[in-house]
């Protein structure tokens, strides 16, 4: 049985570092305890050993098909979103009062870690269901709920994100599926939706799209986009309550994507209202639509970011198994050909492969846990702290979905490299990881429109009050380590890169004033990777405090090894990853237009 995540650093991330269980002096959280949350973790796992990981391989090779219409998908989906939907894993989030546990969202991001490691495409099912959910839940009428969340929460309907139009990707505000009222409340919907994930498949009974679309007469662009509930089949009375029987509500399946990876999940193209048959429900007020799927969609992006750390962590520990084992060469000092071959994990290069590897899994996983503690955090607080709380939680969301989703695929193909040739073949899943992390950089907004949202938006919102936020966060850590004589180094290094963020935003700002917003946004992909490295340096500065303060303690010889690899990995990132934000500050403060000047047609023969 492989290993596909740590469940060592899983419990030093939620005791050590974030100390979860402080969450249950809250009311909210307050009928969980430090046992249950251990219990929910193995769970996850027996849950994710048992049922996904075992299918990954098969998945993969046998891709949905379009078939008479219907998507079909590999038989372990059925079983899959039935255990989910038994186990309450699809609800383990929602309020008791919406049938839920209440479960923390940092103990569900650590579950959905071990799912998505197990196998991505497999874990996509339910997330996506929890996902829809949660939207009606949060904004639909009582009608809406009780109609639709019951059977999506028990894992007998599926939920999708329906937005994506072949003219609207990056730009939804060009969406053109149409909404019509009718006389009784409902909606004529019109239109195409393209790659819809999980948008038709026979695993389930029936689709709840949770769509967008433009209600006639509605403004133009963004201002115009209501939110709907389009099932893919219908009560026949029509009247939205759940009663008669379920019939065809007129939406059609036209083609089922042929992927590079996140092979187990189709991704679908569908028509709506071809024989104008097709009725939708509003979900909260008109034009209101895009505000409410920011909800879902930062979500999204955070379990984006989530997934590409578990998938980069399954490659991780999978080099790391070949590496012990594979015995290639002798040591530079010794090359008698007499002496048997070490295993490559004894070249330096080797190592410094792994290293990278470990520090961008578990730097990522560190962030994420982060992300999901201010989300917990802003559901048990109230005023000035909620406020900033919800700041630093909106500031991070696009570098904790663009970081892990870029690194990781650096640090997938970096475990291709360990596995040298045998990990361009099929013989080992390293190859599907890599294809399977790559569409985390496309999907939930691309990494040059999380850039566009870094910058153009969270750094100037409410006048820089949420990087003012994120200052403070990153001084109260580098206070603690600076009294730990081994943490001086690191605490410093930290301190001069946010004076380098400081005069890398100083110069932009200074830029847009005199250049103009174009010449300010036009590397913002870079600003991104700029940030994402000094962000993540803070995360391991955070895990040193935690492994250091575990070793002044009398611990085990097999803990101290676990605690002597995090700061060596701490190390590693300081001294080999963070530097590289002075090479991109130098670009970040050139000016010089260079990208904007470039004209299309230079670019021809
Ligand atoms: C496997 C898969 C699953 C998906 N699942 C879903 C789903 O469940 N639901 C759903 O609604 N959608 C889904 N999508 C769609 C996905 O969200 C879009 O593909 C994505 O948002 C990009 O849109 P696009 O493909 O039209 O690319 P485009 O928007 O055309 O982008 C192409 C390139 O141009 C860049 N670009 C575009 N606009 C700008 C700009 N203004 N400034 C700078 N650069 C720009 C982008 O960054 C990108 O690099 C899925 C896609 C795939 C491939």
């Known amino acids: 049985m492989a290993k596909f995540i740590s469940i060592r650093n899983i419990r030093f991330m939620i005791k050590e570092v974030f100390d979860v269980k402080s969450l249950t002096i809250h009311d909210y959280y307050g009928n969980h305890n430090e046992k249950m949350f251990d219990m929910v973790i193995d769970e996850a796992l027996k849950l994710a050993v048992k049922l996904m990981y075992p299918v990954l391989e098969e998945m993969d090779r046998n891709q949905p098909v379009l078939e008479g ?53 497999a874990s996509a099912y339910p997330l996506l269901t929890t996902g829809a959910a949660d939207l009606i839940t949060s904004f639909g009428s009582q009608e809406l709920i009780d109609t639709y969340v019951g059977k999506m929460l028990d894992g007998e309907w599926q939920g999708t994100m329906a937005l994506t139009e072949p003219q609207a990707g990056s730009s939804l505000s060009d969406i053109t599926t149409s909404a019509v009222p009718d006389k009784n409340g409902r909606f004529k919907i019109k239109g195409v939706k393209i790659f819809i994930s999980a948008g038709d498949h026979d695993g389930v009974e029936n689709i709840i799209h949770l769509m967008l679309a433009k209600i006639e007469n509605a403004p133009p662009g963004a201002k115009g986009i209501s939110l709907f509930v389009v099932p893919k089949k219908r009560f026949d009375d029509l009247d939205g309550k759940g009663k008669g029987k379920l019939v065809s509500n007129d939406i059609t399946t036209t083609s089922v994507y042929h992927k590079l990876g996140y092979r187990g999940t189709p991704a679908v193209e569908i028509s709506m209202g071809e024989k104008d048959n097709c009725y939708g429900w509003l979900v909260g007020k008109e034009n209101q639509g895009l505000i409410l799927m920011f909800q879902m969609m930062n979500e999204a992006r955070i379990s984006v970011g989530l997934a590409s750390c578990a998938i980069a962590s399954a490659a991780y520990l999978a080099a790391l198994e070949y590496t012990e084992n594979r015995p290639q060469g002798r040591p530079v000092t010794n090359k008698d050909s007499q002496i048997k071959q070490i295993p490559i994990i004894e070249h330096a290069d080797v190592k410094r492969m792994l290293l990278f590897q470990k520090s961008i899994v578990e730097g990522s996983l560190s962030l994420i846990l982060q992300c999901c503690m201010y989300a917990d955090l802003i559901k048990v607080t109230t005023g000035a702290k909620k406020e900033k709380y919800e700041l630093l939680l909106d500031l991070l969301t696009p570098v904790a979905k663009a970081f892990p989703s870029e690194y990781g695929i650096l640090s997938t193909s970096t475990a291709i490299q360990c596995f040298g040739g045998y990990g361009y073949c099929d013989d080992f899943p390293v190859e ?93 992909s870079l600003f991104l990777e700029f940030y994402g490295l000094i962000v993540i340096s803070w995360q391991w500065l955070i895990q040193g405090i935690a492994a250091e303060k575990a070793l002044s303690k009398d611990s085990s010889k097999k803990d101290k090894n676990f605690y002597q690899g995090k700061l060596f990995t701490m190390n590693y990132f300081f001294r080999y990853e963070l530097p590289k934000i002075y090479g991109l500050a130098s670009r970040l403060m050139d000016g010089d237009n260079l990208t904007i000047n470039m004209k299309t047609e230079y670019f021809k023969d």
């Open 432 to 524: 599907l990881y890599f294809r399977d992390i790559r569409i985390h950089a496309i999907h939930e907004g691309t990494t040059g429109i999380q850039g566009m949202d870094l910058l153009g938006r969270k750094i100037v919102i409410k006048d820089g009050k949420a990087g003012l936020f994120f200052l403070e966060e990153v001084k109260q850590t580098i206070k603690i380590a600076m009294k730990v004589p081994e943490l001086e180094f690191f605490a410093g290094q930290l301190e001069s890169s946010m004076k380098q963020l400081e005069k890398v935003v100083g110069f932009l700002f200074n830029i847009a004033g005199k250049k103009g917003i174009d010449t300010y946004l036009s590397d913002a």
């Open 69 to 121: 219409g219907e998507v079909k998908v590999h038989k372990s989906v059925k079983k899959i979103m039935k255990e989910f939907g038994q186990g309450g894993w699809i609800a383990s989030g929602f309020s008791e009062e919406h049938g839920g546990d209440q479960i923390p969202i940092i103990i569900r991001g650590i579950a959905s870690f071990i799912f998505a490691a197990s196998n991505y495409s």
